[in-house]
């Protein structure tokens, strides 16, 4: 069993990872609410043909909680000092729902060309969602609920305002991962889920394989066409009877199509 290392970003914030196999460097990104943990069978079965890298991104697993909501970009920037700082050269990705996020930010940017080779993208995030007639509901009773704490100056706003959110009435109004949390990582799922991507795709010049479940409920396969349409290099392979983790619910048929796309 390959023991957690950890990696020193900046102002003292720990990174746990571990690695896998030799090789090209592969790096592996887990979805939100997961950790690398998820990922490690199917590094390990990856690891005669990449040198991978499993990390737990900041606020999930072993790695410690930002000091500050972050966003995407931020873990975006963990990820190219990561490569940077590990003297890694041009590494693969291969990244999960939340991950998702992470790769299309950092392959649309100039230094994205250099840094990274092919990618991976199963059940990725980032697209904007079809919403249904009880998310608008709900989203404007918190506006409504939100609107007398306004009006108010800004201690006594603030302090309304931590009151309201403390409530039950409140907590009801979330999604089911926005009530788990609390603090830093609340704000920073906030910050994160509310940006949508679709402008980074024209700016990737990366060969990118979306390997998606046909049954996904947590990113639908709409959204996985909409990448491939604006990716310019983007291809799309959907797996039967699988789900948003399509790499657990089908092991074997998963690692098998990413090795013949990694070994190319």
């Not at 394989?209 to 291809?235: S, V």
């Amino acid at each position: 069993m390959q023991h957690n290392q950890t990696y020193r970003y900046k102002k003292g914030l720990s990174v746990s990872y571990r690695v896998a196999g030799e090789g090209k460097p592969l790096i592996m990104l887990h979805g939100w609410g997961s950790s690398g943990e998820v990922m490690w069978p199917l590094a390990e079965q990856l690891s005669d043909l990449r040198r991978c890298y499993v990390l737990d991104l900041p606020g999930f697993g072993h790695s410690s909680v930002p000091d500050r909501p972050w966003s995407v970009d931020d873990y975006a920037d963990l990820v190219r000092q990561f490569i940077s700082d590990r003297e890694l050269g041009e590494t693969d990705l291969l990244v999960h729902s939340f991950g998702g996020r992470i790769a299309l930010k950092l392959c649309a940017r100039p230094a994205g060309r250099t840094l990274i080779g092919k990618v991976l993208i199963t059940g990725g995030a980032g697209m904007k969602p079809k919403r249904s007639a009880s998310y608008y509901l709900k989203k404007y009773a918190a506006k409504l609920l939100k609107a007398p704490f306004l009006l108010l100056p800004p201690a006594l706003r603030e302090k309304g305002l931590a009151k309201l959110r403390s409530t039950s009435l409140w907590k009801g109004l979330g999604s089911g991962d926005y009530r788990q949390l609390s603090g830093v990582m609340r704000e920073t799922f906030v910050k994160t889920v509310t940006e949508y991507l679709e402008p980074c795709l024209p700016e990737i010049p990366h060969e990118v394989l979306l390997l998606w479940g046909k049954n996904d409920r947590a990113t639908p396969l709409y959204q996985a066409r909409r990448m491939e349409e604006g990716i310019e290099q983007a291809a799309l392979v959907v797996v039967d009877h699988a789900g948003h983790y399509a790499f657990l619910d089908r092991p074997s048929h998963f690692a098998s199509i990413a090795r013949a796309f990694f070994e190319e």
